[in-house]
Nanobody, 115 residues
Framework: QVQLVESGGGLVQPGGSLRLSCTASGFIFGANVMYWYRQAPGKERDMVALISGGGGTNYANSVRGRFTISRDNAKNTVYLQMNSLKPEDTAVYYC?????????WGQGTQVTVSS
């Protein structure tokens, strides 16, 4: 079955960096668009970035220029490099994909930006 497992979250000071990873299984990874979403306390889950199977990317305005999404199809893994982190980036970050018109989510990884 489809599985998405995130890792790499943690506590970081403002201005710092983190790299999140999402390792996938149970589907043809290289053919799928992969997404990163985030959800802050009391807010809706919003898309942060996406990457197509061919490597095309798109970003939310709030993270463009600071975050970079990438993928390694040989490792079935998608990454989110987050630089110049701000307190407002604090959230649970989720990996997402769609297989057979069904959305799948990982369990999420907490990112906290605080001094």
């Amino acid at each position: 079955q489809v599985q998405l497992v995130e890792s790499g979250g943690g506590l970081v000071q403002p201005g710092g960096s983190l790299r999140l990873s999402c390792t996938a299984s149970g589907f043809i990874f290289g053919a799928n668009v992969m997404y990163w979403y985030r959800q802050a306390p009391g807010k809706e889950r919003d898309m942060v970035a996406l990457i197509s199977g061919g490597g095309g990317t798109n970003y939310a305005n709030s993270v463009r220029g600071r975050f970079t999404i990438s993928r390694d199809n040989a490792k079935n893994t998608v990454y989110l490099q987050m630089n110049s982190l701000k307190p407002e980036d604090t959230a649970v970050y989720y990996c997402r994909t769609v297989v057979g018109n069904i959305p799948y989510w990982g369990q999420g990884t907490q990112v906290t930006v605080s001094s």
